[in-house]
RNA sequence: UGUCCGAUAGUAUAAGGGUAGUACAACGGUUUUUGGUACCGUUUGUCUUGGUUCGAAUCCAGGUCGGACAACCA
């Protein structure tokens, strides 16, 4: 506990009212519509309301805010379980905003008795006219003014199915001059004839979100009602109700959602890529979903050191997605094995090895792990697949790798030098020959010889083939739904490329999904889960840094 | 034109009247059987104009710029 991190606007008024003895404990809420897969601006509001019970003490109820039936969906309500589970937090209660439904009502009830609501027959279009805009003051209409009797039987009625959808709403009574719009007399119910994924048919009236929170909240006794800053002018309506109706006091904060770069971030925008069928799903791996994220190969420590490092202000802003990939880099250098694979292969010949002769090398699993990660064993022999781009005819100054009469080390074997090389009628390099110094072998070299250069290889007898997805952004610029037109008019065209048949280390056949893998020198990488044992698929969650693409690019 | 919110390196985020710091990014170097990792170093910042004060990123006033608000969505 010796490190001092100074705290954010909500850990300060959090302290601030639990050492004023304002709330004794801490009780928040993550509250999602499920109308959509969670994504990794939800994985912020996640580990905020989540992580603030963990520090303070107290607790985080999960809310499903299921007040539109029409947009939602119970494979939403599952989807989200899932993702928030896989993030690794769990939630005290499991609540649905429809649960409340009976309360909510009696709640309107209660606002009319006060003459503080009222039923009104204005069609949508005449209530977008008489509220204004934002420079000029609303106008009441005739039903304004109905008697308090007269709106509790209209509300009954609306209730008992009377009316058709869109026949008639409940309105707060506030003013329909104020400076902020959503007084002027909120709609709180309207009459939607739609099977609830829970209510089923019981209701055929629906409280709006403003009528619905932030009584949940209440209900709940959340301390701290935590959204983003599009909320920013509902907080005065949401203190209005809780005002008016006399129950618990919640409060609601607000932070500024993420944004990030090169990737679009409302459920709206990737609905569209997913029925457009620009991405394969949700859960496709360049989606900013957290299944996308996690069929990517990230990790939930990954992501929560991520929300930790993009810390919680009240500016908008745009994270840099170099962030993300530090983060999960970070974790992975760590934690995964490393391995070879290669994935534009060339074929090499060791000359002066033995034909048919193999030997079993021995590599360790990772040099970050205290115990190297343990080793496995690694087949070597005469013919290998080694990268394509570690061949260079006419080398380029500062160059390690091969080129002819170089010589580089194999990882884990043996130190090799460029004797010749083949080429076919274009001119394409088909296959090196190289001479392999026997006293260099990997662990008990004796040869005296060192080099810069160090290269991966498969040896082409006992490699297995596998398909390999390389995944880059998904869109080509910065900031898409910033852009003229649509936002997919900025799709990156290279978001997705197939290597059909990489060659990889028999060790690998026995890859599971949770298993994360560096391949050498290349990048992390998972399998995905199309995989079967027949046909081998990895995912490319993010590459390695590479200093010398950098520096000739 | 109204109300509300905001403004610190390229990007984020600290400093709460007293040396503008940290991370990512960028750049350079050391180590290295991954051109990875690790480590070291460098560059880059308080929107503006006034005021209060011995002293202002911080407090006050005006301006500028950015964002939100006119769904029977949440």
């Known amino acids: 506990m010796s490190e001092e991190r100074s705290l954010n606007f909500i850990e300060e008024i959090i302290e601030n009212d639990l050492n004023s003895g304002k709330y004794k404990t801490l009780v928040t809420r993550f509250p999602p519509e499920p109308n959509g897969y969670l994504h990794i601006g939800h994985a912020k509001a996640i580990c905020l ?26 494979e939403y309500v599952n989807s989200q379980q899932e993702d928030i589970k896989w993030l690794g937090f769990q939630w005290k209660n499991e609540l649905y905003t429809s649960d409340y439904f009976d309360t909510l009502y009696d709640f309107a009830v209660k606002l009319i008795e006060k003459d503080l609501a009222y039923v009104d027959h204005s069609t949508a279009d005449e209530i977008a006219a008489m509220k204004g805009t934002p420079t000029e003051p609303g106008k009441n209409n005739s039903y304004r003014s109905r008697s308090i009797q007269e709106n509790l039987d209209l509300f009954m009625r609306m209730k008992n199915g009377e ?22 007399d909120p709609i709180i119910y309207r009459i939607k004839h739609a099977h609830h994924h829970r209510t089923g048919d019981k209701w055929c009236i629906y409280p709006m979100y403003d009528f619905a929170h932030g009584q949940s909240d209440s209900i709940e006794e959340i301390t701290h009602s935590i959204c983003t800053l599009e909320y920013v002018s509902h907080r005065e309506l949401y203190d209005w109700f809780i005002e008016k109706l006399e129950i618990f006091p919640s409060h609601q904060y607000e932070f500024a959602r993420l944004n990030l770069n090169y990737t679009v971030m409302s459920k709206r925008k990737l609905l569209q890529l997913v029925n457009q069928g620009v991405v394969s799903g949700w859960d496709d791996p360049r989606m900013p979903t957290i299944s996308g994220l996690r069929r990517r190969g990230y990790t939930p420590e990954s992501i929560r050191e991520f929300c930790d490092r993009i810390g919680i202000a009240k ?14 880099r970070e974790h992975l250098n760590k934690t995964a094995n490393r391995v070879m694979a290669v994935l534009d292969p060339i074929k090499m010949v060791i000359s002066n090895y033995p034909e048919g002769q193999s030997e079993t090398l021995y590599g360790e699993n990772n040099p970050e792990a205290e115990d190297k990660g343990g080793s496995r064993e690694i087949p070597f022999s005469k013919t290998l697949w080694i990268e394509r781009e570690d061949f260079m005819e006419v080398p380029a100054k500062k160059w390690f790798r091969l080129a002819p009469g170089a010589m580089v080390r194999l990882k884990h074997a043996y130190i090799v030098k460029c004797e010749d090389f083949v080429k076919d009628v274009e001119g394409n390099v088909t296959e090196i020959h190289c001479s392999y110094i026997p006293e260099s072998k990997s662990g008990e070299d004796v040869s005296g010889i060192n080099v810069k250069g160090t290269i991966h290889w498969v040896s082409a007898a006992h490699a297995k083939t596998a398909e390999i997805r390389m995944y880059d952004r998904l869109f080509s610029v910065e900031s898409p739904d910033a852009e003229e037109g649509d936002f997919k008019d900025y799709l990156n065209p290279g978001s997705m490329e197939v290597i059909k048949n990489a060659y990889i280390e028999p060790y690998l056949a026995s890859a599971d999904l949770s298993s994360r893998y560096q391949f050498i020198r290349k990048g992390y990488y998972c399998l995905d889960k199309d995989s079967t044992a027949q046909h081998l698929i990895f995912n490319r969650t993010v590459g390695l840094k590479d200093a010398w693409a950098k520096g000739n690019k």
């Open 49 to 74: 309301n989540f992580g603030l019970t963990q520090k303070y003490g107290g607790y985080t109820n999960l809310r499903f805010d299921d007040t539109n039936p029409v947009t939602e969906k119970t």
């Open 315 to 328: 500016r908008d802003n745009l994270i840099e997605l170099s962030l993300l990939e530090f983060c999960v």
């Open 163 to 184: 009316f058709a959808d869109g026949v008639c709403t409940l309105r707060a009574k506030i003013d329909m001059a104020h400076t902020n719009m959503l007084m002027r």
